[in-house]
């Protein structure tokens, strides 16, 4: 079974400019997370869809944070314009069923503002 | 203050020692805890799953919740240099929206 797919793996950017990043979860997943992981830190979630549409986006800063997933599969986060503090590990997971829940997790794209 | 508290080493055993990981959390709601595993540029792993209070063991892990005192810990048995990782703590409330919060982590690094 194919694993949570990210691109790209790593990104430099300055600041003010805008980036995306992409999460292609394991197949038949239904819930898809993005979550923020600063260095040093634990993952933060910032959105949780269920297929396409959104359960929780209470943590995303949605004056430059968005995110999608059309058609209920891969998912997009985007960042616009992106803030210095914005570097960090940004993960997407997916939900599968083992006894109570696992969710797995891509391997992240490293994003460094300049 | 956070609501899960995690020491973030580093942590530096021998091989082949006992190692205990621990974390603290303040909301008492939580009822699922797990133990995720991050290797150096990777996506954290899933290790052990707990619901509520109790031990769980699976091989050299061994999982255990006391929700009186909001403490979970992570007892890695024989431990080996590939065991050399971050250790993060997660838990997350009885609901169906199943988002995590997870600890800072514990670097932890084994002497060959």
């Known amino acids: 079974e194919a694993g949570v797919a990210q691109s790209p793996r790593y990104k430099i950017i300055e600041k003010r400019q805008s980036v995306a990043f992409w999460c292609n979860p394991i197949?038949?997943?239904?819930?898809l997370y993005w979550y923020q992981q600063i260095l040093g830190q634990g993952p933060k979630l910032l959105i949780q869809?269920?297929?396409?549409?959104?359960?929780?986006d209470s943590q995303l800063p949605k004056d430059r944070f968005s995110a999608e997933r059309l058609k209920g599969v891969d998912s997009t986060l985007k960042i616009q314009p992106a803030k210095l503090e914005d570097s960090a590990v940004y993960l997407c997971?997916?939900?599968?069923?083992?006894?109570?829940?696992?969710?797995?997790f891509g391997p992240g794209t490293r994003l460094t503002v300049l | 203050q956070k609501e899960v508290e995690q020491d973030p080493g580093p942590l530096s055993v021998p091989e082949g020692a006992i190692v205990s990981l621990n974390c603290t959390y303040s909301?008492?709601?939580?009822?699922?805890f797990m133990w995720y595993r991050q290797y150096s540029r990777k996506g954290p792993e899933l290790l052990m799953y707990?619901?509520?209070?109790g031990n769980k063991e699976d091989g050299r892990f061994t999982a255990q919740v006391d929700k009186s005192s909001k403490y979970i810990s992570l007892f890695i048995r024989d431990s080996q240099p590939s065991d050399s990782a971050t250790y993060l703590c997660?838990?997350?409330?009885?609901?169906?929206?199943?988002?995590?919060?997870f600890g800072s982590g514990t670097r932890l690094q084994v002497q060959p």
């Open positions: 997971a997916s939900l599968g069923v083992r006894g109570g829940d696992t969710q797995y």
């Open positions: 197949s038949g997943h239904a819930t």
């Open positions: 869809f269920q297929n396409n549409g959104v359960v929780d």
């Open positions: 909301n008492s709601a939580f009822q699922y």
């Open positions: 707990t619901y509520s209070s």
């Open positions: 997660a838990m997350r409330l009885d609901t169906g929206r199943r988002a995590l919060t």
